[in-house]
């Protein structure tokens, strides 16, 4: 009797393992595990059904969510169910479909619906990815007429209400933004040369604060607020220089050739840009503070340039010129480089993953375009009149 229990007992043992394994096979094959490894350019977007939503508010929804690594799909090919309305006021939820938990339920009252959507996506983002969402950051940009003048706008990061900075007729160029606050640096042929200026967008006040002979360009600021690196060619070649906010306590950085698009590290502590060493464009870095130039390697593309440092500080974006222009990523210590997508002068978002570039058209206006880099998901932005070009955005 003892042998036959024994093997009774084996047997069904044997039988809940079995059917413990098939049950987990079928549930590997239905849900969706989504990778945390974000690999630039190889990450699959995360899929999402949307439902209950009209007009703009789902063109809105779907916009921002797919410039940050999302598809769109059926709700049982979804991971998440993101579903609401927009009677009146924005409505969302957005639920698990496998394991049925509630990630977010909230109403949006008390601004316009495209806000409201944008708010929304913002939660959705955090809700489902635990990061910050960028649906309600800002841009800076230059639009450029054909006569080779041009203003500084700013407008939504989707590139909705925007408002022009400057109203000069002016050639103007590389706006930046000063770290959490509502001010630019840029640079503008106003008085007749390439002179730095800063503007104060809450008073409307701005002031000289580079006005040396020959190129001031290029201003970048500290991720505290309170230096500015430029490229000033005072000295003869173009070269990276650094000065305290209103332009005072100038110091030379760099004696290399033909230096151009200096950005910063977000500790502060280093300063990129591109520059020319032996006849070769290069990116390099320079110690903020003065001291040697290293170069960043930027291993199986050619012609560096425009330079940005992702806020995360893992990654630079840059400018690549073989037989076009290409927008690439290298890690911050430099290394293999990945092409992304075809464009120009790069600009990361607050989340370290979005880009906004400029992209030219057949008809060679350019146009600005937002990057998932990860997953290489892009979308053009809303246009002004003219051609936009020289991104920045506000962090």
């Excluded at 607050?350 to 997953?375: C, E, G, Q």
């Amino acid at each position: 009797m003892k042998n036959i229990y024994f093997q009774l007992t084996n047997v069904f043992l044997l039988v809940f393992l079995l059917a413990a394994a098939v049950a987990r096979g079928q549930n590997e094959q239905n849900e969706i595990v989504i990778n945390p490894t974000i690999r630039m350019g190889l990450t699959p977007p995360i899929p999402v059904s949307l439902e209950g939503f009209s007009g703009e508010v789902a063109e809105v929804l779907r916009f921002d969510l797919y410039v940050q690594g999302f598809s769109f799909v059926a709700p049982d090919a979804a991971q998440y169910l993101i579903s609401g309305s927009n009677a009146g006021n924005v409505q969302g939820r957005v639920t698990d479909r496998f394991s049925k938990n509630s990630l977010l339920a909230r109403n949006y009252t008390g601004a316009s619906l495209r806000r409201e959507a944008h708010a929304f996506a913002d939660d959705i983002v955090s809700a489902i990815r635990h990061e910050k969402g960028i649906a309600l950051t800002k841009i800076a940009f230059k639009d450029e007429a054909p006569d080779g003048n041009g203003e500084i706008y700013v407008a939504d990061f989707d590139g909705h209400n925007p408002q022009a900075v400057t109203h000069d007729g002016a050639i103007v160029a590389a706006p930046a933004w000063v770290p959490g606050r509502l001010a630019l640096y840029y640079t503008s042929y106003k008085l007749g040369n390439p002179d730095i200026f800063y503007h104060d967008l809450t008073t409307g006040q701005r002031r000289a604060i580079a006005r040396y002979s020959g190129l001031n360009s290029s201003a970048a600021v500290s991720p505290d607020g309170t230096r500015v690196a430029m490229i000033l060619s005072k000295g003869g070649s173009p070269n990276v220089y650094v000065c305290n906010a209103d332009g005072t306590g100038l110091k030379k950085l760099t004696t290399t050739s033909e230096d151009s698009s200096p950005c910063w590290s977000p500790d502060g502590q280093w300063i990129c840009f591109a520059t020319k060493i032996n006849s070769r464009r290069l990116l390099a870095k320079v110690p903020a503070g003065g001291g040697e130039v290293q170069v960043v390697k930027t291993v199986g593309v050619s012609n560096p340039t425009e330079p940005d440092w992702s806020p995360d500080g893992k990654w630079i974006a840059f400018t690549s010129q073989m037989s076009e222009f290409d927008v690439c990523v290298v890690p911050a210590g430099g290394g293999n480089a990945t092409i992304l997508v075809r464009g120009e002068d790069p600009s990361w978002a607050p989340n370290s993953r979005t880009l906004i570039y400029a992209r030219r058209t057949a008809s060679y206006r350019y146009v600005l375009s937002l990057l998932d880099a990860p997953t290489k998901q892009v979308k053009d932005v809303a246009r002004v009149s003219g051609s936009d070009s020289q991104p920045a955005w506000a962090r």
